[in-house]
């Protein structure tokens, strides 16, 4: 059964750094396009990096663009979100999508707050 799950959610400062884990099992993690969305209270959820299964081609949405980081590691079925200059507005819950063979697969979030 295809299964996706988030970790390393929590409190951070603004300015300061975390990272986000999203292991994958039960579809070929290689061959699926992974990504990260972001829901804030009272908003849409809203995809903020992707990474391609074959040549690892990234995206950001502008509001993260040059302080987060998608990556992936095809041998431990994991994709990793990087999050630097964090601020305040980054706090919301986080969302690791992966889509093999036209299906969509949906971690169930981990919240992650900005704050002094």
């Known amino acids: 059964q295809e299964h996706i799950v988030e970790s390393g959610g929590g409190l951070a400062q603004p300015g300061g750094s975390l990272t986000l884990s999203c292991v994958a099992s039960?579809?070929?993690?290689?061959?699926?396009?992974m990504s990260w969305y972001r829901q804030a209270p009272g908003k849409e959820r809203i995809l903020i990096a992707s990474?391609?299964?074959?040549?690892?081609?990234?995206y950001y949405h502008d509001s993260v663009k040059g302080r987060f980081t998608i990556s992936r590691d095809n041998t431990r079925n994991m994709v990793t979100l990087q999050m630097n200059s964090l601020k305040p507005e980054d706090t919301a819950v986080y969302y690791c999508k992966g889509i093999w063979r036209q299906n969509t697969y949906w971690g169930q979030g981990t919240q992650f707050t900005v704050s002094t």
């Open positions: 990474i391609t299964s074959t040549f690892g081609n990234t």
């Open positions: 039960g579809f070929d993690f290689s061959l699926a396009p």
